[in-house]
Structures are given as C-alpha cells and as structure tokens.
C-alpha cells in the first residue's frame, strides 16, 4: 500500500522542494490537494498531475484515502489545518514558521501528544544542514572556550523601494508575531548554543504601506523592516540580533560566535571559519556522514514508515523557537526585557 499524501496549500516551497521530494521517495503518492481556492487547487493539480481536488482542507483530511497531509499555507492556519489532520488520523508535514504565536504552537503540541502514533514534523530552517552538526560539535567540546557574545546578522535592501508589492509576510494577519527570518534563525542557535534566558526587542515599520495585488490598493504594513532583540543564552551567553530589509549595501551576514579560545564566523551559504585567538583562519568542512542536504521529505517519509524519530524539527523544538518569538514581540510592544 502507498503512502498518499495530501497538499494543504501549495505555496512556492511546497511546488519548488516539497512536491519533488516526495515523489523521489518509493511508495510515496501525492493523491490531492486543496489550496486557497477550486481554481488554484485544479492550477496545481494540472501542472503536477495530482488526480485529485478538493474544495476544502476538510474535505481532504476528511478522506479516508489520505495517509498524510503537507501544510504548505502561511502561518495563520497553521494550527487549525495541524490539528484537524492529527484528529483525523493523518500524519503531518507542517511548513515554518511553526505558528501565529506561542499559544497556538502549544495546541499544536497538545494535539500531537494526543496522537502519539503520528508524525508531527515541521519544516526545519535549513541554512545549516551542511555546517551545523560538525559546529555543534565544536561548540559542545569547548574548541571556542567560554562563549560570551553571539551576533546574528541579516541584513539586505529588499524592501528599500516602496513600491515593492506588499507581501504576506508583512501582515501580521497572516504571519502573526514572525518578523522576517528571526525564528527561523533562532531555530539555528538552538541547535548550536542551546535555549534562550531572556529577550528584548525593537522594531521599526519604515514604510507603513505598500502596493497590495490582492486589492488594487495600498495595504497596511505592520510587521517591522527593522528588527533588533538582544539577551541571555541559558549558557550565559549574550546574543545579539540584527535583521533588516532597509539595509542596502550591508556586509558581514551570518552568524559570530565569539569565545575565550576561538571566534568561529558563518556566512550565508554554509561556510564557516574557525578563528583561534593569534592564528590564521581556518576553514571548517563537514565531519564525514554529516553534510545530509536537504532530506526534510525522505525525513518525513522515514518516520511514517519506520518509525524513525522526527529531528528536524520537531513540534516540541518548534514551540522552543516560538517562544522566543512570542516573548520577543511582547517586550517590542511593552518596551521591556521578558524572561523565556
């Protein structure tokens, strides 16, 4: 018997990486989809032959022909569609960012530990599956020494001009407390470093409006352009975070980790040096068997099938990151450092 998966929402991620990926593993059948309407669903289903459309996420999760379903919407309905396909019995592949805020990553949680026997899993950030297992590794057998300071930085001009078209993004109607690749980061210096102690935040919304295709007219801006929060790592640590789409021209992206021993620096594009206090930089490569790529749909499908624990991510380690975000976007509209 196939595995048959259903599309909930067929986003750009879920056509470019998603789709693909699914079909690579044996087995596996993508068998419907239902997005935002009768007519995209059918768009999708004509451009990758899926046999089947459903008019509504209900109606997909409904059917008994379907073993498993991927969420590929924006935030806002994440937890409704995560839950009604848990207590319909299917296993899930939810897209990040996880939720809208803490409280719904929660019922999420709650839901899957209601359904022990199904796979929960979330989309992982995935900027360091080449680099991050053999950094972590570095990490915890002390080649940095004591960390003190952590700096994260991204930083790009990509809403610089305002008539750039209002994105979902932008709305916190649909993405909820998320600002910009701020979890999705977070997500990563958990993996490394651990779990955060206390945050606060700053933002600015630069250009308070912007062109909406939806409508033909201009629509509110109300997730920053701008975003800085900064506090304690469990470890002790002090992090600092910068992200920025009013920033043209900005250099020195990624991530410094800087310690007693050693400073190590991440770029974009999983590269990385290690710095050791009066010596040359040094590249790090890979531990041998750690460079996976991106595996996040044969991940998924190992699970449904062998019972494989879910890694990346878990709903469990997507609340994690959601708390920060949630505590974050507390302390930007009270003015005040929150403890996580």
């Not at 089947?52 to 109606?59: K, P, T």
């Not at 531990?287 to 044969?298: H, L, P, Q």
């Not at 990346?312 to 949630?326: A, N, P, Q």
Request: hydrophobic residues 40%; proline residues 5%.
């Amino acid at each position: 018997m196939p595995l048959r998966i259903g599309l909930i929402g067929a986003g750009a991620n879920t056509r470019q990486m998603h789709i693909p990926g699914l079909r690579r593993q044996p087995g596996v059948e993508v068998t419907g989809v239902a997005n935002r309407s009768r007519e995209s669903s059918q768009r999708v289903a004509d451009e990758f032959s899926i046999p089947r459309v459903f008019d509504s996420a209900q109606a997909l999760c409904a059917d008994a022909e379907i073993d498993a379903v991927c969420i590929g919407t924006w935030p806002y309905m994440h937890r409704d569609f995560s839950i009604m396909a848990l207590e319909a019995g299917k296993h899930v592949l939810c897209e990040a960012r996880m939720a809208m805020d803490l409280g719904q990553a929660e019922d999420m949680v709650a839901a899957s530990e209601r359904h022990p026997e199904l796979v929960a899993q979330l989309v992982p950030a995935p900027f360091d599956f080449k680099l991050g297992p053999t950094i972590t590794r570095l990490i915890g057998e002390g080649a940095l020494g004591t960390i003190s300071e952590v700096n994260v930085n991204v930083l790009n001009a990509s809403g610089l001009d305002p008539a750039t078209p209002l994105h979902w993004r932008q709305r916190a109607d649909y993405s909820g407390k998320n600002v910009m690749m701020f979890g999705i980061f977070v997500e990563v210096i958990h993996r490394w470093l651990g779990d955060h102690a206390d945050i606060q935040a700053a933002g600015d919304i630069v250009i308070p409006e912007r062109p909406d295709t939806e409508t033909g007219r201009p629509g509110k801006v109300t997730v920053p352009d701008i975003w800085v929060a900064t506090g304690k790592l469990a470890n002790g640590a002090r992090i600092t975070y910068h992200f920025s789409s009013m920033a043209a021209s900005a250099e020195g992206n990624g991530i410094a980790v800087f310690g007693s021993k050693a400073t190590l620096r991440w770029k974009m594009g999983d590269t990385a040096e290690l710095i050791e206090h009066g010596k040359a930089p040094v590249a790090i490569e890979p531990d041998a068997g750690t460079d996976r790529g991106w595996r996040v749909e044969e991940d998924f499908v190992a699970s449904v099938t062998t019972g494989a624990p879910v890694r990346l991510t878990s709903f469990e380690d997507g609340m994690r990151y959601m708390r920060v975000i949630d505590r974050a976007h507390e302390s930007w509209q009270a003015g005040q450092k929150l403890g996580v």
